[in-house]
T-cell receptor, first 111, second 114 residues
Framework: GQQLNQSPQSMFIQEGEDVSMNCTSS?????WLWYKQDPGEGPVLLIALYKAGELTSNGRLTAQFGITRKDSFLNISASIPSDVGIYFC???????????FGTGTRLTIIP | ETGVTQSPTHLIKTRGQQVTLRCSSQ?????VSWYQQALGQGPQFIFQYYREEENGRGNFPPRFSGLQFPNYSSELNVNALELDDSALYLC?????????????FGPGTRLTVT
């Protein structure tokens, strides 16, 4: 089945630093979604990408849909404490029925 | 806040028992999906409901079943609970359209099976 691999698995950064993470797939996706999950809560949709090459921003977050349609990237500029959490990429499997989630990137901010 | 609510927040059950989890979709949404998230992993798709019928199922046994009601609320039922069923169960709603892939999650129900 489809697998989404995210890297890095974890990041330890200082407040104010920029963050970059990516998601790769063994197969093509037509949609990429990026979610953030805080401990004990459900994932929150950050950005949705629908077109290869698309670059979309949401505040300090910017995501890109890779040209090959097998990868996507998420950047966070000038990180703040509330950015701490786990970031997941996700893509639909068959139409609307199923989202496959990546392995997650855990972001920690060092005081 | 997404407008998707789930109940209960936490639940403790014994192996072999049955459990029902509930979800209320966001207003205007007509699909509801259920996911299981084990500790340290990403959510795994269980199934989706649309127009009160199952519309896609992940790799879960038949003892996982669901219902969607006319008001788009939903239930997840799990029979013959096993220890490995301990997880966070997430409900997500969406709208069947070109952008139907955008799913909005509730806060989850933490199920512990002892």
């Amino acid at each position: 089945g489809q697998q989404l691999n995210q890297s890095p698995q974890s990041m330890f950064i200082q407040e104010g630093e920029d963050v970059s993470m990516n998601c790769t797939s063994s197969s093509i996706f037509n949609t990429w979604l990026w979610y953030k999950q805080d401990p004990g809560e459900g994932p929150v949709l950050l950005i949705a990408l629908y077109k290869a090459g698309e670059l979309t921003s949401n505040g300090r977050l910017t995501a890109q849909f890779g040209i090959t349609r097998k990868d996507s990237f998420l950047n966070i500029s000038a990180s703040i404490p509330s950015d701490v959490g786990i970031y997941f990429c996700a893509g639909p499997h068959f139409g609307n029925e199923k989202l496959t989630f990546g392995t997650g990137t855990r972001l920690t901010i060092i005081p | 806040e997404t407008g998707v609510t789930q109940s209960p927040t936490h639940l403790i059950k014994t192996r072999g028992q049955q459990v029902t989890l509930r979800c209320s979709s966001q207003s205007g949404h007509n699909t509801v999906s259920w996911y299981q998230q084990a500790l340290g992993q990403g959510p795994q798709f269980i199934f989706q409901y649309y127009r009160e019928e199952e519309n896609g199922r992940g790799n879960f046994p038949p003892r996982f079943s669901g219902l969607q009601f006319p008001n788009y609320s939903s239930e997840l039922n799990v029979n013959a609970l096993e220890l490995d069923d301990s997880a966070l169960y997430l409900c997500a709603s969406g709208r069947r359209s070109d952008r139907g892939h955008e799913q909005y999650f509730g806060p989850g129900t933490r199920l512990t099976v002892t």
